[in-house]
């Protein structure tokens, strides 16, 4: 290796001589000083190669910030041969061309010096726009040197090392663009959340009130038909036994026999009743069945809308868990007609194709626009906004068409593949707040970690790097597994960040800003799934490319 300069050649007097010239001198003083000149020597070596190993530019400035010595490294960064560097002015060695009066890295050069000059900190950090580099700069005055038996600083006369730290600096940024793209998505889910809160406070108030309706509508029945009809069988069961006894046998019996007839009656209000509140026959038979005698009820009840039906789907075809909910939204739908439409018409009709199955009412009757309807007091309706939220629990799509004049359209569609499986639905609302709670969890890591992590002092920058790109597919990994439900598995490998794998929908990438990059060292890391230290493996095996190792060569994990 060629002989930097960084000690300059001390003067000795028999440096590189023939020994035999000195044994003519014979003097012992001689042989002394030739075996400290051969361990000055020594140590000048060992010393240039290590500074000259160094990744950072490290140069001694003079307070006209000329280079002074300068190691290796600024020609590994193409500043220049080491020789020709000295007594160079240090901002035009790295910006030839550059006007110092206008120049950032100028400026806090001169700031740092004075700083120095003042015995303060002087370390700063500057995107470079000329070398195209983020470089950490540290400035540190020469250490005290002993002459005379006194300390004296060495007079003006500075040590700067200037790190490049673009890799951090890009992996920082896109940390933080990470850490964004996060708490967008904390935010828009606490909407949610709120959202669906609200939603829900609303609807159990409703449902009491709705209960208490019920009850009512109940007591009132039962107080109309069953209670008067069993007043008026007690009163002539009572007359009966009197008649029996003044006017005998004969005059009693006539009176029983109406009262037959009125206890029939009564029969049959209380199992109409009883159908109403639940009609058996969704439970015997099922649901288009239960359908198909509501709409009979109806015509007969209401006589002058005529009411036609197109019931094209078979009980045994209706998924047990869509049969309420379908007999209710017929139900709430007549019975709308029934108050507010002024229909002549009305029209039930259930289809069923390979993968819906669908329920529709439509009446010619006067509309109305359905915008009012937002934001409804609660004392307003709430037999739409029930089946709204009947049908979105069941996994199904409502929606309500009507215009003043025009009539009314309500359709609900349920994709039968998800009516069949509500355990399905029911994992994924799970989910959602699994998503969340891992969400958080990664919000709490960064903002410990990013910050003070990676703007710290550079020294190992390459460990550094690996360190914080396996931080980063950590990161990602948590993200995939918010989406997909399990990590990468091992054959994926990170590569599963960046491409979806196929007939997985809930991949949601890519993961990483850019692909899958190599170790600072030029390896690829190693990704184990499930891992054997913690759920995943990620190492990086250092400057060497094999396990174990120390210093550079030692491995970076993720555990
Ligand atoms: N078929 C229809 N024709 C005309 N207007 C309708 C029809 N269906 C609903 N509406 C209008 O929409 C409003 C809301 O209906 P909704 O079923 O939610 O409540 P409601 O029938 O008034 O009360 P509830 O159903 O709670 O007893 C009704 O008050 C009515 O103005
Ligand atoms: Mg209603
Ligand atoms: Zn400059």
Redesign the pocket.
């Known amino acids: 290796m060629a002989s930097a300069p960084w000690i300059d050649p001390l003067p000795l007097p028999h440096r590189g001589s023939n020994p035999e010239a000195a044994v003519g001198e014979n003097n012992s003083k001689e042989t002394q000083n030739s075996a400290v000149h051969s361990a000055i020597a020594r140590a000048k070596q060992e010393w240039e190669c290590t500074v000259d190993a160094l990744t950072q530019v490290v140069c001694v400035i003079d307070g006209a910030r000329n280079v002074v010595r300068a190691n290796r490294a600024i020609e590994t960064w193409c500043l220049g041969r080491v020789r020709e560097v000295q007594g160079r002015n240090l901002h035009q060695l790295l910006h030839p061309r550059c006007d110092a009066r206008s120049c950032a890295f100028s400026a806090e050069l001169d700031e740092a010096w004075s700083a120095l000059l003042a015995g303060g900190a002087a370390d700063f950090e500057v995107r470079d726009p000329i070398l195209e580099r983020v470089l950490s700069v540290t400035l540190r005055a020469m250490t005290p040197t002993v002459q005379d038996g006194a300390e004296r600083p060495t007079a003006d006369l500075a040590v700067i090392v200037l790190s490049d730290i673009t890799e951090l600096h890009n992996i920082h940024a896109d940390l933080e663009a990470m850490n964004e793209q996060l708490e967008t998505r904390i935010e828009a889910r606490t909407r949610e959340l709120n959202a669906s809160r609200d939603e829900l406070s609303a609807l159990s108030t409703q449902l009491m009130t709705a209960q208490e309706h019920e009850r009512k509508r109940i007591a009132q029945e039962l107080h109309d038909s069953i209670g008067q009809s069993m007043s008026a069988i007690k009163y002539s069961l009572e007359r009966a036994v009197a008649i029996f006894q003044g006017e005998g046998m004969h005059a009693a019996t006539e009176l029983l026999k109406t009262t037959i007839v009125r206890v029939q009656q009564t029969l049959e209000s209380t199992r109409s009743i009883a159908m109403n509140l639940r009609p058996s026959l969704l439970d015997d038979l099922g649901a288009v069945s239960a359908v198909a005698w509501f709409c009979r009820e109806f015509n007969e009840v209401y006589a002058p809308i005529r009411i036609h039906t197109d019931l094209a789907v078979t009980d045994a075809s209706v998924p047990e868990s869509l049969a309420t909910p379908i007999f209710r939204t017929v139900q ?2 007549l ?3 029934a ?3 002024r ?1 002549s018409n009305v029209f039930v009709s259930m289809q069923s194709t390979d993968c819906e199955l669908s329920l529709e009412v439509s ?1 010619d ?4 626009d359905p915008t009012d ?1 937002r934001g409804a007091s609660a004392d ?6 029930g089946l709204r939220e009947r049908a979105s629990k069941t996994g199904g799509t409502f929606s309500l068409r ?1 215009r003043r004049g025009c009539g ?1 359209v309500v359709r609900v569609g349920w994709p039968v593949a998800h009516a069949r499986s509500k355990a399905e639905s029911a994992s994924q609302t799970g989910f959602t707040l699994l998503e969340l709670l891992v969400v958080m969890v990664i919000i709490g890591i960064l903002a410990g970690f990013v910050a003070p992590r990676y703007f710290m002092q550079v020294g190992k920058s390459q460990v550094k790097a690996a360190r914080a790109q396996i931080d980063s597919f950590d990161k990602a990994l948590d993200q995939y597994r918010v989406d997909m439900g399990r990590y990468p598995t091992t054959e994926e490998g990170l590569a599963g960040l960046m491409g979806s794998p196929p007939g997985e929908p809930g991949w949601a990438g890519p993961y990483l800003k850019k692909a899958v990059p190599l170790d600072p060292w030029g390896h690829p890391y190693v990704y184990v799934s499930p891992g054997e230290h913690s759920e995943v493996d990620i190492v990086s095996y250092g400057k060497d490319g094999q396990p174990g190792g120390t210093g550079e060569s030692a491995d970076v994990t993720n555990w």
């Open positions: 709430e739908t019975n709308n007609v108050r507010h439409a229909a009446d009757g006067v509309g109305f309807l307003g309706g709430h037999g739409l906004r009507s009314t």
